[in-house]
């Protein structure tokens, strides 16, 4: 049975909730290890680092031994084993639509909203693990992941899917990071209705459910 090394964080919450969507089960496709990253654990056990030696988390080890790592890159593995229901377009010009939005996001976004935790309230933990930028310059890539999430605000405009009219990894990825967000207190920026109907319909999703979990 494949095991998915996790822990606390949105990259292995994304895989997790990405996993629910496929309709995998903890126990009955897939066991699971549980890692305390705020103790550092992941970066001490020599096991884990033979296998992974980013020591990042999440990463999912096959039967054969084989160790993947990269969130969405295990997402878009699950989807090629488990391919329904479908999470990355059933077709070439389907799959490059999910993959613009979630490139686009996860630059655009993820990058300097996660930078910009790291070196702000997210500092203590950081700071002894990573290179992480001062202060001041994480206030500012928080300001300019904001202004990018104003940015998705417009691209979802009355939707509540940003590709393909249904829901795909690209709305799974925008969501994951939202609750990220909200994990570490930040809110939405002001006149981000669109993004607040957004997440509140995909609340109701079983996958929400990985955000309500303590680890
Ligand atoms: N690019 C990687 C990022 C992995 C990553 O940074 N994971 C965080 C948790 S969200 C982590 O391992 N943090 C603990 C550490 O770096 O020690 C991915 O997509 O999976």
Redesign the pocket.
């Known amino acids: 049975m494949m095991i998915l090394h996790s ?6 919450r994304l895989l997790r909730m990405f996993l629910i969507e496929k309709g995998l089960e903890e126990g009955r496709d897939f066991t699971r290890i549980h890692y305390d ?1 705020i103790a ?1 654990e ?2 001490r056990n020599a096991a884990y680092l033979a296998k992974n030696p980013l ?4 990463m999912l080890e096959l039967d054969d031994g084989t160790c993947l ?4 890159p ?1 997402c878009e593995y699950v989807e090629e084993i488990h391919p329904d229901p479908n999470l990355f377009g059933a077709t070439p010009v389907e799959r490059a639509e999910v993959r613009k939005w979630a490139r686009l996001f996860d630059q655009e976004v993820v990058v300097p909203m996660t930078m910009g935790f790291r070196a702000t309230t997210g500092r203590p933990m950081f700071e002894p ?2 290179a992480v930028v001062s202060p001041e310059a994480g206030a500012e890539l928080f300001a300019m992941a904001d202004a990018k999430w104003r940015m998705f605000d417009g691209f979802l405009g009355a939707r509540d899917n940003i590709a393909l009219g249904r829901f795909t990894f690209a709305d799974l990825i925008i969501f994951a990071f939202a609750h990220f967000g909200f994990t570490v207190g930040w809110k939405l920026p002001e006149g981000t209705d669109n993004l607040a109907r957004f997440v509140a319909t995909h609340n109701q999703r079983p996958c929400a459910a990985v955000w309500q979990q303590a680890e």
């Open positions: 822990s606390l964080g949105p990259n292995p990253i550092g992941n970066r020591g990042t988390m999440p790592t990269e969130s969405w295990i693990r990573m």
